[in-house]
């Protein structure tokens, strides 16, 4: 295959009208000791049909949600995707377009991205919000580097609590930029309050909610608690929770974080899906990343543009907010089609999981797993069991897939509103007959 | 005024449901029975309430708004716009409902395939291991930036704090660098468009940590000094980095490794095909020599005998640039377009970029000049400075009545080391004939400029919304509804 439409003929014309004889010529400036004197080992020129097989025959070997039972959890979960998401997903309008940079060739793209900003404050309750982060993991890090930015602190307390990628991306940050990181760690489950008594001065303190463990944290609490000491709030959240859980407005977040695959994306694997940050207008200046804002052109009609980019890279250089350039947009769109869907049955939808984790929860402990601690949740939970690894594995022969693991006596089951009665029910029995 | 369509928010009427949550054999609970009231939500959640068939067109006319590669020309330059084939596409969603916390027996095909990409980049690129973690160019650039700086930490050089950086460079550079608790340097370019060898002694000491490049340059120039450049900066005990955003120019012809680069990014979305998505989501692969494999952010994917693993025993990593192994799906995208084009074709979809370049910029060269005349590479920047001295015509202008004429526009004002740059990109995928038109567009705008200057500075007028206040969107912030 080629997707190159040049004729022969053609690059012979095209060759003379610049002047040359052969297409080598074209690479007549690259010093010879450094040219490639051959093909590159590269196995391929094949087919469509060719590359359908290749690729066929790997999905085909797999466990997908599609035809396994899925009850992983850990930041990424099998949630129920509208039909309709992927089709606007595959509009080519969208998807094959850069950077809105011609906005008036853009707004179709602007637009859902204004509508983006404006339901990830919504759900969230902040005034300001980006088009978007890479993910949960980069955005809880970005927020952490604008709370030091603010405050002029180089300390930010992290809740040991928080997915472990949160805390491997604040340590790659760490390599290169001088801060320090006071871990507040877990007591049965949830992040430490105690432990806040003896903080030294941070910029801010991070909390996820439901945390790692799927419990959801004493929020109010914490924001207290930051505040008294002059520290900003960063809340890391799951955004499908919010149609029933405490928002982050109610609880005085400064920054809001989370990771978006639950609103209308795949699990594919772990990426892409993006990250959202919202904040106070107050921090609007120290947020990182691209922002849309509405506007009128000449004849004074209204339309869309990417705003305040003196914070960005492409102007400030090395003194930008960060190095962020591309976001992940598409995913981010997702959520647009998704929340559009959904906006009616969002608490619905929350409770729907939460009706469901509690039925599992109950239906476990009677056949002999319990919460590994007793505390609220959503739509995870950790159970006991005596040996994880190995109800993990058996359970996974079975086309039940569990976890992940914690530890060796914990295992994560989490539940989304796809599950069926009658596939949990065919968990707790699986889990009963291990016993 | 309006012509936009309507927010979802102006489609919504309470008590309108769009899709029904999925039953799965339960009656729902009110949240109210199974947590505290202090847990949960009081602040009212205002979302709009659409119908599907309402949500369906809301979407499919806002794309009507928007210009994409399957819609024309977009020949923006430094972001190779290339055609963005279906099957893969196709392919890539066969693999969309995996769950990356799968035990890594159950994902061995996948794991394969993955491996298989980074074998085929390590081969384009000449390099010894690689990451596909970083989930855009800018970062893999900070990722590649946090490696050297724990290198550097690890040889115990904490004085090599000094990141060189062309004036040419892209603002993502930089800023990395910066990221990465580095002082940055410019360096400014030749007559030539190419780094100035003695300026370039002239900053070079001890203290360099990196150099970074972009080669071919965003002038479209092959830095022909580089082997010379490579060696001074080695015998400094400094690195060397490729900022990949350009390797389209030079595909299958010379590799990063060969130039004596110790590290590299790539930019599926660029060179290997995978849509842009309207502002992402990319993928910034990092490639590196043997000496830098120690850092690669964690896991690493590699193959131990017939199995394939997700290894994350690495001390000295930098521990992880975002969640998970990165943005799988469009890794698995580039893969198809390699196993399409194979090593000969790959080689030859590098050359035709070239032609197509060189043939737009002898084309153009009739009616506007070029910033640094001569052979370009996949790109070249010509300027309007002519054009806005004479006739008050600037290039943004010229960008916004392209936009008339049914052409995106090229990357206007960049690099900044040109006055009223363009910035054209015409990728290998266009016909000659897409070429020839969109030359011909540029030249009818030229000659407007001359003629009816008016016509050109009030552009563009018949697109979705006119030219859009910048400033007032600056000032009267709206960023939601």
Redesign the interface.
């Known amino acids: 295959?080629?997707?190159?439409?040049?004729s022969p003929e053609?690059?012979k014309?095209?060759?003379r009208?610049?002047?040359l004889e052969r297409?080598e010529q074209?690479?007549?400036?690259?010093?010879t000791?450094?040219?490639?004197k051959r093909?590159?080992?590269?196995?391929?020129?094949?087919d469509?049909e060719?590359?359908?097989a290749?690729?066929?025959?790997?999905?085909a070997?797999?466990?997908?949600?599609?035809k396994a039972v899925?009850f992983?959890?850990?930041?990424?979960y099998?949630h129920?995707v509208?039909a309709?998401v992927?089709?606007?997903l595959?509009?080519?309008?969208?998807?094959?377009?850069?950077?809105?940079?011609?906005?008036?060739?853009?707004?179709?793209?602007l637009?859902?991205m204004?509508?983006y900003?404006?339901?990830i404050?919504?759900?969230t309750?902040m005034?300001?919000?980006n088009?978007?982060m890479?993910?949960?993991?980069?955005a809880a890090a970005e927020a952490a580097l604008m709370a030091m930015r603010i405050k002029g602190i180089k300390r930010i307390a992290v809740s040991k609590a928080v997915?472990p990628?949160?805390?491997?991306?604040?340590?790659?940050?760490q390599?290169?930029?001088?801060f320090e990181i006071v871990e507040i760690p877990v007591l049965n489950g949830l992040t430490h309050a105690g432990a806040l008594d003896e903080l030294p001065p941070v910029a801010g303190l991070l909390v996820q909610s439901p945390n790692y463990y799927g419990f959801?944290e004493n929020m109010?609490a914490f924001g207290s608690a930051i505040h008294e000491k002059g520290g900003l709030f960063i809340a890391a959240v799951d955004p499908l929770s919010?149609?029933?859980?405490?928002?982050p407005?109610?609880y005085q977040a400064d920054i809001v974080v989370g990771?978006g695959q639950s609103l209308g994306n795949?699990?594919?694997?772990?990426?892409?899906h993006?990250g959202f940050l919202a904040t106070k207008?107050e921090f609007?200046r120290d947020m990182p990343g691209?922002?849309?804002?509405?506007?009128?052109?000449?004849?004074?009609?209204?339309?869309?543009?990417m705003?305040?980019q003196t914070r960005?890279?492409?102007?400030?250089?090395?003194?930008?907010t960060?190095?962020?350039?591309?976001?992940?947009?598409?995913?981010a769109?997702a959520s647009?089609?998704y929340?559009?869907?959904?906006?009616?049955?969002?608490?619905?939808?929350?409770?729907?999981i939460?009706?469901?984790s509690?039925?599992l929860a109950e239906q476990l402990a009677k056949v002999g797993y319990p919460l590994r601690y007793r505390n609220?949740f959503f739509k995870e939970f950790p159970v006991h069991v005596p040996n994880a690894t190995e109800v993990?594995?058996a359970l996974?022969e079975a086309g039940y897939?569990v976890?992940?693991v914690i530890d060796e006596n914990t295992l994560l089951v989490a539940v989304t509103?796809?599950?069926?009665?009658?596939?949990i029910d065919g968990l707790v029995g699986l889990m009963e007959g291990l016993r | 005024m309006r012509r936009l369509p309507p927010l979802l928010k102006e489609l919504h009427k309470p008590g309108r449901k769009g899709l029904a949550v999925p039953r799965g054999g339960f009656e729902v609970r009110p949240a109210a029975e199974l947590l505290p009231t202090d847990l949960l939500r009081h602040e009212p959640l205002s979302l709009p309430e659409v119908p599907e068939v309402e949500v369906v067109r809301h979407f499919v006319n806002l794309s009507n708004l928007n210009y994409g590669v399957d819609t024309g020309f977009y020949p923006l330059g430094s972001c190779t716009m290339k055609y963005n084939p279906k099957i893969n596409e196709e392919v890539s969603a066969w693999f969309s409902d995996l769950h990356p916390y799968l035990p890594a027996k159950y994902v061995q095909p996948l794991l394969e395939l993955l491996y298989t990409l980074q074998q085929d980049l390590l081969e384009v690129t000449g390099m010894d291991a690689i990451t596909l973690e970083p989930a855009a160019g800018a970062h893999g650039e900070l990722t590649a930036m946090l490696m050297a700086k724990a290198y550097l930490k690890d040889k115990g050089l904490h004085h090599k704090d000094i990141v060189i950086v062309p004036d040419s460079a892209h603002g993502t550079n930089p800023a990395s660098a910066a990221m990465a608790g580095f002082q940055v340097i410019t360096v400014q370019s030749n007559e030539e468009g190419l780094v100035d060898i003695d300026k370039l002694k002239a900053v070079l000491n001890d203290r360099v940590a990196v150099l970074m490049l972009t080669n071919p340059n965003t002038l479209g120039k092959f830095e022909r000094d580089i082997m010379e450049m490579a060696k001074m900066v080695h015998d400094l005990g400094g690195l060397l980095y490729y900022d990949g955003a350009n390797l389209n120019g030079i595909l299958g012809w010379v590799r990063p490794g060969d130039m004596g680069f110790d590290f590299v990014h790539l930019n599926l979305h660029k060179t290997f095909s995978t849509p842009h998505g309207g502002g992402g989501p990319g993928s910034g692969p990092v490639a590196v020599k043997k000496e830098l494999e120690p850092y690669l952010p964690k896991p690493v994917i590699v193959k131990d005998g017939e199995t394939y693993k997700l290894e994350t025993d690495r001390p000295k990593s930098i521990g992880k640039v975002r969640s998970f192994y990165g943005n799988i799906l469009v890794a698995l995208k580039a893969l198809a377009y390699i196993k399409a084009l194979g090593g000969a074709g790959l080689r030859e979809a590098g050359a035709l970029a070239v032609l197509n370049a060189n043939y737009m910029r002898v084309k153009t060269e009739e009616f506007l000049p070029t910033a640094y005349p001569g052979l370009c590479k996949h790109e070249y920047v010509a300027t309007a400075e002519g054009l806005k001295r004479q006739f008050g015509v600037r290039t943004l202008d010229i960008a916004k009545r392209l936009l008339d004429k049914g052409f995106h526009a090229p990357t206007v004002y960049f690099p900044l080391i040109v006055h009223e740059a363009l910035m054209i990109e015409p990728t290998e995928t266009e016909t000659k004939e897409n070429l020839d038109a969109f030359v011909e567009a540029l030249r009818e705008i030229v000659e407007e400029a001359q003629t009816n200057a008016e016509l050109v500075k009030s552009a563009p007028h018949v697109t979705p919304v006119r030219r859009l206040d910048d400033t007032k969107a600056t000032k009267q912030l709206k960023v939601r509804w």
């Open positions: 295959m080629r997707y190159a439409p040049h053609e690059v014309e095209m060759l009208a610049i002047g297409l074209l690479f007549d400036d690259i010093p000791e450094a040219l490639l093909h590159l080992n590269v196995e391929g020129g094949w469509e060719r590359i359908r290749y690729f066929r025959k790997a999905a070997a797999m466990p997908d949600a599609n899925y992983l959890g850990g930041g990424i099998d129920y509208p309709l992927d089709k606007v595959s509009l080519p309008e969208f998807y094959t377009a850069y950077t809105p940079y011609q906005a008036e060739v853009s707004q179709g793209t637009v859902a204004f509508e900003q404006s339901l404050c919504e759900l309750g005034e300001v919000t088009a978007s890479y993910d949960g993991a980069s997915h990628d949160i805390f491997e991306v604040l340590h790659a940050y390599v290169g930029q001088d959801i109010p919010l149609g029933v859980l405490k928002s407005k109610e990771e795949h699990m594919n694997f772990g990426g892409p993006f207008m609007v691209r922002m849309i804002g509405e506007t009128n052109d000449v004849d004074g009609r209204v339309g869309y543009v705003t305040l960005e890279q492409h102007i400030r250089r090395e003194k930008a960060s190095n962020i350039c591309s976001n992940h947009w598409l995913m769109l647009v089609v929340l559009g869907l959904m906006g009616g049955s969002f608490k619905e939808l929350g409770e729907s939460l009706t469901r509690t039925y609220y993990q594995s996974a897939f976890g992940p509103e796809k599950r069926t009665r009658e596939e």
